[in-house]
């Protein structure tokens, strides 16, 4: 008797299910990429066109700027020298400061310091003269020596000045508790009088019209008598006015 057996050899070589329809993805998906890659060598990304169009420039913003730059060089670097700034001023020790002669139209005007003294009596003279650190060119000074002491200067004049101008005070050689006091004269009558101390000044302006003798008196009436100068009153740039 034959049995009938099933056939190994033929059971072990039966198609699998679904082998051909796998191999088949496999291949498309083989060729799509190689399609692909091949489209990408020869053109390149495609961008899209309406990308390329919507695209708006922003405004362009031109910014000019002004730049200092400081250099600070090495001993051994090759030093360009800026512009030396102007120097600040700094404190020093004050020292008199002399005023120009008032400028005067010729024929109207004279200063004082210019005419002859035709008398005169203690110290007397003419120099540029400092009054509390102000030095005055065209001045007239007089002497001032003990307390009670008198010094004059006497002009002859034409009568036509109308008034004289000065600046009055204490030569700066003085002792500070030094006081004098003027006196200006026409024709022997009293004009004016002040007292003036150390480091103080004053203008003054004196009527004079129709004096032909001008005197000008000093007397010390305060002070150490010990301390004294040649020129210790001082009337600074006196002009006749015409």
Same mark, same amino acid.
């Given at each position: 008797?034959? #049995? ?20 088949? %993805? ?24 309406? !990308? ?10 031109? @910014? ?12 051994? #670097? ?33 200063? !004082?310091?210019?005419?002859? %003294? ?10 540029? !003269? ?6 005055? @060119? ?88 010990? +301390?004294? +100068?040649?020129?210790?009153? @001082? !009337? ?7």
């Amino acid at each position: 008797m034959t #049995a009938n057996l099933p056939v190994p050899y033929e059971q072990y070589n039966a198609p699998k299910p679904g082998g051909p329809h796998k191999i088949a %993805i496999i291949v498309a998906i083989l060729v799509t990429a190689v399609v692909v890659g091949l489209v990408m060598f020869f053109w390149g990304p495609v961008a899209p066109a309406k !990308l390329t169009s919507a695209t708006t420039t922003a405004p362009t913003t031109t @910014v000019t700027e002004s730049v200092t730059a400081t250099v600070t060089a090495s001993p051994s #670097a090759n030093v360009v020298i800026a512009p030396t700034p102007d120097p600040t001023p700094t404190a020093t020790t004050a020292l008199p400061t002399e005023t120009a002669p008032t400028d005067m139209p010729v024929g109207q005007s004279e200063y !004082l310091a210019d005419l002859d %003294i035709d008398r005169g009596g203690g110290n007397y003279g003419v120099d540029p !003269l400092a009054i509390n650190g102000q030095i005055f @060119v065209k001045s007239v000074g007089l002497g001032v020596w003990n307390i009670g002491d008198a010094s004059f200067a006497e002009y002859t004049l034409d009568g036509k000045a109308k008034r004289l101008e000065a600046t009055i005070g204490l030569n700066d050689a003085l002792s500070p508790d030094a006081v004098v006091e003027f006196t200006i004269s026409g024709n022997g009558r009293q004009l004016m009088r002040k007292r003036m101390k150390y480091a103080s000044q004053e203008k003054i302006s004196v009527p004079i019209e129709g004096n032909v003798k001008l005197r000008i008196t000093t007397v010390r009436v305060g002070g150490e008598n010990a +301390n004294g +100068n040649n020129r210790g009153a @001082v !009337l600074g740039d006196a002009i006749l006015i015409r």
